[in-house]
């Protein structure tokens, strides 16, 4: 099936995601492998090459964690492969020990890293800035701020890296990701031959007498890149009037704000403008020169007051008198930035009314929805099986995917949570710290992630605690992408079904337990089971993700649940299970909305005298 973002050709506007402009963009550049491990704001960018599959232009992997998805990319680099590798800001983290050691060894083909960063902590842990990581590791870091500098960026990227043989960051963030805008296409090229692989130990294999002659290298890598940015690529400068003393420096999604800001106030002549599209190195040379035009220089970046610290740095450095500004009370490095803000700081900045009003005070007892697993998710049986047989007494472990949610009253079923992979680690270190019992949650894709070392682990250790593998058949968190424990059907012939319970087996586990996570005996049997022994103990609870079942698998429930009959049981069920298919009509009593309902049938094994099954219409 014909698609514009494999068949769109030069002349061409389309109104793109800008996670759709950087595949493009990564198109346009000859792309030949795409390597990713799925996360929030980043993974559509994988996903729409999947869904495009390539027509031969090129190959793409879901990897089972970012580290893997770095280093498949880095070696096809190193085979002279022109390679993109995706994930969130989070996932750099996981890959930050190949990333560290690609940079100083270089690799010929060229790989752009994708860190789609998380400003306000929308899907995340944290909210990092991974700006960090480009000064930490000497990487060239690009910053779009539409969809069109989207895909422009990865594509001159892509160029930079295989001219300099290095890896180069294109730095996006939730807004910038999921944004629309119009997109000029330019053709694609030809499918490009790969780049010769010569062998040479003195430079690929970093022992450390290597290592040191490559991390000696490096600086005149980065003048390269340098040279490249004071080009004046993707940096932009708008003078002011001739008797005005002030600028602003901006970078990513605040040039958006500022554009907004500067129009609402009428203060485009006011200030001088430089905006930076691409954020390290820095252009020293058109800094210092914007400088000089300037008594006063605010600087507007989200995140981490990293570009105004390296603004004070250079201004010193030069024995300039510029004073520098930036960070403050109303633009903090906390959360995310937005036009009123920018707006409000670029007034004060220039002494000037600002156009936009106070907002009025929220109402402080209006009702907030929190976040909730979906109705019919499998996670809530297991969860509420676990509460009924252990209640309070073990500490809950909890681990990065949808199943984190469990966090929600009445379940609580999450006392900690500290990164992707730790629910079995973590939670074997405070069994054996603390003496108490501990069970540990952790999905499918989770657990491949990086759970089956932690697993190893503890199996080695001889620690005490039950993990329980919540085995949904997906990646569901991120949309529903493969992991190896997905039904070999649902995979085709590209990958390989992985067997979650001979993995754990193999690892050393011999109390192991697999059953349907909607048999709610057999759950309730398994935790009894379990919470009578001790050492590392598993129990699986499969089932498919709902949504996956309804959208991919196009299965339907047959059967909807209705209550038969109001009373203490019904009213126990609302407030244990608390499946969101349940609602409280006007005079009391308890009810399901067919519309929510998804057939699993779990309240009637919970309270069967309270709910019966009735056909679907």
């Not at 030069?318 to 937005?338: C, F, H, N, P, V």
């Not at 803000?341 to 005070?361: E, G, N, Q, T, Y």
């Amino acid at each position: 099936m014909s698609d514009r973002l494999l068949n769109g050709v030069k002349g061409e506007r389309h109104l793109l995601l800008g996670n759709e402009a950087i595949v493009r963009g990564a198109l346009e550049a000859g792309v030949h492998v795409v390597a990713c491990y799925p996360g929030t704001p980043s993974s559509e960018v994988p996903d729409a090459f999947r869904r495009l599959g390539g027509e031969g232009r090129y190959r793409m992997e879901y990897s089972v964690n970012e580290k893997i998805a770095f280093e498949v990319a880095a070696g096809a680099a190193l085979a002279g492969a022109m390679s993109l590798v995706t994930m969130k800001h989070v996932g750099v983290n996981v890959a930050a020990d190949p990333l560290l050691t690609s940079v100083y060894i270089g690799l010929p083909g060229g790989l752009v890293l994708l860190s789609a960063d998380d400003p306000g902590c929308h899907s995340s842990q944290n909210e990092q800035d991974n700006r960090h990581y480009a000064r930490f590791a000497s990487l060239p870091c690009f910053e779009p701020t539409d969809a069109q500098e989207a895909k422009d960026m990865t594509r001159t990227a892509f160029r930079m890296a295989r001219e300099l043989q290095q890896p180069v960051m294109l730095r996006t963030t939730t807004r910038v990701s999921h944004m629309r805008g119009p997109v000029d296409f330019d053709d694609l090229p030809p499918v490009a031959p790969l780049v010769e692989f010569q062998r040479n130990p003195g430079r690929f294999v970093p022992v450390p007498a290597v290592a040191r002659k490559r991390h000696q290298a490096l600086p005149s890598v980065m003048e390269k890149a340098r040279r490249f940015v004071e080009s004046g690529v993707f940096t932009r400068t708008r003078p002011a009037d001739e008797q005005c003393r002030v600028g602003i420096i901006a970078s990513g999604v605040a040039r958006n704000y500022l554009a907004d800001a500067l129009t609402a106030g009428a203060w485009e002549n006011r200030v001088h403008i430089l905006e930076l599209g691409i954020t390290w190195p820095l252009p020293t040379k058109t800094i210092v020169d914007f400088f000089a035009r300037c008594d006063r220089v605010l600087v507007l970046e989200e995140g981490a007051p990293l570009l105004e610290r390296d603004a004070r740095a250079l201004a010193q450095e030069q024995s300039l008198a510029t004073r520098i500004e930036g960070k403050d009370s109303t633009l903090t490095d906390q959360g995310e930035y937005s036009a009123t803000l920018v707006m409000r700081r670029v007034a004060s900045f220039l002494d000037c009314p600002c156009p936009i009003k106070p907002a009025r005070p929220v109402e402080p007892d209006l009702p907030a929805r929190a976040p909730n697993l979906c109705p019919g998710c499998s996670h809530r049986a297991v969860y509420y099986a676990a509460r009924r047989i252990y209640g309070d007494e073990p500490v809950y472990s909890s681990d990065i995917g949808c199943y984190t949610l469990g966090i929600v009253p009445p379940l609580r079923m999450a006392d900690f949570l500290v990164c992707m992979g730790s629910s079995v680690s973590a939670g074997s270190g405070f069994a054996w710290a603390s003496g108490r019992p501990v069970v540990a949650f952790i999905g499918d894709s989770t657990f491949f992630h990086s759970g089956m070392t932690g697993l190893a682990n503890a199996v080695f250790n001889r620690r005490d605690l039950l993990l329980v593998i919540l085995d949904n058949g997906t990646t569901a968190m991120t949309g529903h992408q493969p992991n190896p424990g997905m039904a070999q059907s649902a995979l085709g012939d590209d990958s390989l079904h992985l067997d979650i319970e001979s993995i754990v087996r193999g690892l050393g586990v011999t109390e192991c337990v697999k059953t349907r996570a909607f048999n709610l005996k057999a759950l309730l049997d398994a935790f009894r089971k379990m919470k009578g022994k001790s050492g590392v103990r598993v129990l699986i609870a499969e089932e498919p993700c709902v949504l996956y079942a309804r959208r991919r698998l196009k299965k339907e429930a047959p059967r909807k649940a209705v209550v038969s009959r109001q009373g203490d049981e019904a009213l126990r069920c609302l407030n244990e299970l608390a499946c969101p298919a349940f609602y409280r009509e006007s005079h009391g009593d308890l009810a399901v909305d067919p519309a929510l309902c998804t057939g699993c049938m779990v309240c009637l094994q919970a309270a069967p005298g309270a709910f019966k099954a009735q056909e679907s219409r």
